[in-house]
């Protein structure tokens, strides 16, 4: 089965740079980012409270007769300022990706794909005390669920999108294996209407002469089914020798000549 | 060009603009030579013509992935926003801030009329129905003002961080809930006018005024000022997403807080020197002429500093004496 690149996939926002190319990033998922904030919880809430139990230890041993509403309302901001500066200095700091982003492999992006400036990373951490507001969930998660591109209000408002960083294919994986050419010692005699084919029918060759591991049963009747639609596409005569070649060498020197042919 | 041609030429650049990725730290280039920093620019333009070529001659093929991939990641490390510096702090407050001011105008009187028809409501509230006043006056203040007392101060730099909290926390609430059409900053505007305008009500009635107004004036003036200017920033998002022009919404609400954001950060900023007023000026034991002095003189300087900070003089044109705008008495400004 051939696998799809970038443009087709929903979540994928093309980003037209400054080379005149759209490159598309990869947008967060909702679940990925709901885990990348848990992990940050994990890390922010035990560094707010500990804020908070300081700053009260402080109040009480610094003097007595404190009113219990100001040091509750002290410690309180003290656990908010700490639980949101958390986000915003780890975004600065690493070029947008808390501990929990890096963990999910995402990152903070502005939407023109360049890097967030300080004012961008601000304002999407400010609106973060609205999206954690009003209800446990928060209604960045809400918004989240319904945008497109996966955005809370922050991202919106700071015209920042949070994409994934990690790709499965790498330069190893992406240089495929040659093709496994096993019957063909050369590219043989020229196929009649070999014009007619043109880069989808190599891809579809290659595609097939690159797969590893195939039964040789079911190469065979594979071969046989491509070999009838090429015969079909090249509208060879029905006297014609290629339609009496092996279907699996028909294919091989289809590909050998198609090769020499577009390199 | 073959796919496997295609690859086996390009791939050492790709390996190297790998290896340069790799080497990147925290998200920048640092560490990075001008030489090198140059080449970094030359591989990602080749790259970036490398994934055209893929889309269009291997748009299925796992190396346009790859292109795109390796394109995507080496994007941010060359294309960014300008650093934040500290040395550009000094000059945000000596010019950016007034600026930023001045520029929002619109929403800053907004929200002052609301402040206003809150306090006119709380007022309004309190002398016709008097028999309400005991529900809608704090109990405790109102009794130490008819004592003719202080009303209990606290330690004053616990009271003083209690107070900026207090306020810092209703001006960055007032700009990022601002986004849900303004509604809570207006809230918070016409709900800090009421409470006032209740307080200063009773005061009236119990004559207490010079009193009162002594306790609220000195750190009143700057910290209703910066609230005011806390819940115009909110009413400027909302704006933005009420109607957005011909942008759409999401740009438009972008751009909103992008010239908000500086006022809201600014304001909160700010907040500190009015808390410390509120807890160490305010209830002091001066006499109530030197606490309406020092509001004064606080409020003069902070209009002062807000409305004529880091005006740009207009250059007079050349073939045109350069009194001429001087005598004419324009606007000094030039637009922004």
Redesign the interface.
Known sequence: M??????STPDTVR?Q???N?S???TTAGLGSRVVAQLIDNVIALPLAYIAAFAYSAL?VS??S???V???A??A??AL??VYFGYFLVCE??????TPGKAAMGL?V??L?????????L??RN?????DV?LFAAGIGVVIMFFHPLSRR?GD????TIV?R?R?R???A????A?PLITRAPDAGPAVEGIERLG?TE??AL?TFLTRAGLAPELRARLAADIAARMLERLAVAPSAPERFWPPELLLERLYLQL?QR?? | MSLDTFIATRQPEWSELEAAINQARRGRLRSTSATQLERFGMLLRHASSDLAIARRDYPDAQVTEYLNSLCSRANPLLYRGSPMRISAVPEFFATGLPRAFRAAWPYILASCALLLLGFIGGWLAVVLRPDLRDSLVPHSLFDELARGGHPTVPDAPFAAAFIIQNNIRVALICFGFGVLWGIVPALVMLSNGWMLGTIAAAVHEGGYDVRFWALIVPHGVIELSIIVIAGGTGLMLGDAVLRPGLQRRGDALGAAARSAVALAVGAAMLLVIAGTMEAYVSPSGLPDAAKLAVGGTAAVLLYSWLLLAGRRRTVAPEHEPRSWTALSGLPGEVPT
């Open positions: 051939l696998r799809v690149a970038g443009p980003v740079t400054a080379e190319v490159i598309g990033f109040a610094a003097s007769g404190q009113s509403t100001i040091v309302g002290g309180l901001f908010f300022f600065v700091v690493t070029g947008g990706r990152r992006v502005r023109d794909g360049s890097a967030p400036d300080f004012v961008a601000l304002i400010v609106v973060r005390v609205l507001a209000l919106i408002a700071a015209s994409v960083e790709s294919v790498t330069l994986t992406a240089a495929a040659p880069s190599y891809n290659r090769d577009l390199r």
